[in-house]
Every structure is written in structure tokens, then in C-alpha cells.
């Protein structure tokens, strides 16, 4: 008796065990069909804004089948909504409409922009106004380091003509100091020294000037051209001299600096409307231009 109760019992452990691997079974094949659903549905949705070269290597619903984690091929994880209709990139909420990526969280920043430089006073800028009727007005944080902040303001005369008036707001962007040291960066003392004339218009120029050319020569003389050395040595003079002729005025450099952080700035040039559009880098007068509807 005592065999037969042993047998039973092991052939009803087999029998147990049968099921079990027979569940696991088809919960895997189905958790692999759904992984390859939402690896076609992230795939598609994504290929739709960004072009077919996008690849998704797997998908993978997480948090308790909240978010979609998106592997690409060769790239990063991505996380997007469950049905894929929104995606997170760099911190931004990024909705998929069709054929167009739609920034929700700059759209949401757009009122907070506007009013909060619409609270900025003219006097607190520089200020280059549009020649004849104004059709656009830009605000711009700006740095004088910046290359590409010194292209823009060789458009300054194209952008004016075109009717759009430019206001400079200061953002050093090195900071207001050097964090091992305490003392003003170099970004802030040179931007400083232009808020600090009574004619910041003309001093803007000369700075951003002065800082092109330096850059300029400066990439000469490294490559060997020892003849540019004396004409490197001016501008840098020049420009240690106006650092120092700032130094005991105080402008609103870190207010401003403070606002553009506030208002999603993370480089320069940075151009916002006043609708609060945020257009981060260069842009070309007549591209500008016709971004506001001007041309």
C-alpha cells in the first residue's frame, strides 16, 4: 500500500510539474508577442516623425505596465506612453501627432516666457530697434565669448531693416562666478562691462567685435603664425582693461542669468518672441525672419 500511495504521489508531482512548465510556457510565448507588439507599435510611431532609419530593439513595458521603455538600436533607452503616443527626450514631454513631434513642456513654458519678459523694462537691455515700423520684437541672452552669439550680432543691421527689434538680456555663460574660486568669471566681467556704458549699443559691438577678432587670430597664432602676435596681446588688453572699468558697476548680469535658467535657457544665443517661442542657437536674419512670420 505504502508503494502505491508513493507512486501516486509521484506521478501527481509529475503531473503538477507538467502543467506548471505548460503555463510557463504559454506565459512566455505570450509576454514575447506583446514585447514584439510594442517593439511594431514604438517602432511605427517613431518612424513617423523621425524617418525609417529609426530601429527599435526592443520594448518593454515597466512601472506596472505605465511607461514604455524603448531600446534603440544602437542608441539609448527611450521612455514613452504605453501606446506610444508621447515619448520623454532630454526632460521634455514630446507628443506624436502623425507626422509631427508637438514639445507639450515648451508649449506649456511659452505663457511663463512672455510674461515674464514682457516684465523685463527696455532699460534693463540693449536694445537695437527695428528701422522703420517694428513687425517683431526678439529678446536674446546673450554672451560675448560666445561665437555664435557673435555671428547673430553681425545680422543685427539685416534683422533691424527687416523690421524686428533685438533686446539683449545678459547670460554669461560661464556664471556669475567660478565655483572654486568665488571671484566673477570672465563671461560675467566682459558682459557686465557693456550694461555698465552709458552707450551699451556701441559697446556690445566693440566687445563682441573685439572677442571675434581675438578668437580669430587666436587660432592663427596656435596654427603658427607668429606675425598676428602683437595684434592678440592688444585685444587682449583691451579686454582686461574694460573688465576692470566694470568691476565697481553693479547691472542686473545675475538677474538676468537667473531668468534664462528660469525660462529653460541652456545656451546662447538664445532667441525667445514675444509669444514665448524659445529658439535655441543662431539663426539667420531672413530664417528668423520668416520664422516670424515677417518675410
Same mark, same amino acid.
Given at each position: 500500500m505504502k508503494k502505491l500511495l508513493l507512486a501516486l504521489l509521484v506521478v501527481g508531482l509529475a503531473a503538477c510539474n507538467d502543467s506548471d512548465a505548460g503555463n510557463s510556457d504559454t506565459?512566455?510565448?505570450?509576454?514575447?508577442?506583446?514585447?514584439?507588439?510594442?517593439? =511594431?507599435?514604438?517602432?511605427?510611431?517613431?518612424?513617423? #516623425?523621425?524617418?525609417?532609419?529609426?530601429?527599435?530593439?526592443?520594448?518593454?513595458?515597466?512601472a506596472n505596465g505605465q511607461i514604455l521603455e524603448v531600446i534603440l538600436e544602437g542608441g539609448p533607452a527611450i521612455y514613452m506612453t504605453p501606446d506610444a503616443s508621447h515619448l520623454i527626450y532630454r526632460d521634455e514631454l514630446i507628443a506624436i501627432d502623425g507626422p509631427?513631434?508637438?514639445?507639450?513642456?515648451?508649449?506649456?513654458?511659452?505663457?511663463?516666457?512672455?510674461?515674464?519678459?514682457?516684465?523685463?523694462?527696455?532699460?534693463?537691455?540693449?536694445?537695437? &530697434?527695428?528701422?522703420?515700423?517694428?513687425?517683431?520684437?526678439?529678446? #536674446?541672452?546673450t554672451d560675448i565669448d560666445c561665437g555664435y552669439c557673435q555671428k547673430l550680432h553681425q545680422e543685427i543691421p539685416r534683422i533691424n531693416e527687416l523690421g524686428i527689434t533685438v533686446r539683449y538680456l545678459a547670460y554669461p555663460r560661464s556664471g556669475i562666478q567660478d565655483p572654486q574660486t568665488g571671484r566673477p568669471t570672465q563671461s560675467f566681467q566682459k558682459i557686465n562691462y557693456v550694461w555698465c556704458q552709458d552707450d551699451r549699443k556701441t559697446a556690445m559691438s566693440e566687445m563682441k567685435n573685439t572677442q571675434r577678432e581675438l578668437n580669430s587670430l587666436s587660432r592663427q597664432l596656435r596654427a603658427g603664425d607668429?606675425?598676428?602676435?602683437?595684434?592678440?596681446?592688444?585685444?587682449?588688453? =583691451?579686454?582686461?582693461?574694460?573688465?576692470?572699468?566694470?568691476?565697481?558697476?553693479?547691472? &542686473?548680469?545675475?538677474?538676468?542669468?537667473?531668468?534664462?535658467?528660469?525660462?529653460?535657457?541652456?545656451?546662447? &544665443?538664445?532667441?525667445?518672441?514675444?509669444?514665448?517661442?524659445?529658439? &535655441?542657437?543662431?539663426?539667420?536674419?531672413?530664417?528668423?525672419?520668416?520664422?516670424?512670420?515677417?518675410?
Open positions: 506565459a512566455a510565448t505570450q509576454n514575447q508577442a506583446a514585447s514584439s507588439d510594442n517593439r =511594431t507599435l514604438a517602432e511605427s510611431r517613431l518612424q513617423q #516623425v523621425y524617418g525609417p532609419h529609426v530601429s527599435v530593439e526592443a520594448a518593454t513595458l515597466i509631427q513631434a508637438v514639445n507639450i513642456t515648451q508649449q506649456r513654458m511659452n505663457p511663463r516666457r512672455a510674461e515674464s519678459l514682457a516684465a523685463v523694462v527696455d532699460s534693463d537691455t540693449v536694445l537695437f &530697434p527695428a528701422k522703420g515700423e517694428q513687425k517683431a520684437l526678439i529678446n #536674446v541672452f607668429a606675425a598676428v602676435q602683437t595684434r592678440v596681446n592688444e585685444l587682449q588688453n =583691451t579686454l582686461v582693461s574694460n573688465m576692470k572699468a566694470g568691476a565697481a558697476c553693479q547691472e &542686473p548680469i545675475a538677474v538676468q542669468y537667473q531668468l534664462g535658467q528660469k525660462l529653460g535657457v541652456n545656451g546662447t &544665443p538664445a532667441i525667445i518672441v514675444d509669444d514665448g517661442r524659445l529658439f &535655441p542657437g543662431y539663426m539667420p536674419a531672413e530664417e528668423l525672419a520668416r520664422e516670424l512670420g515677417v518675410l
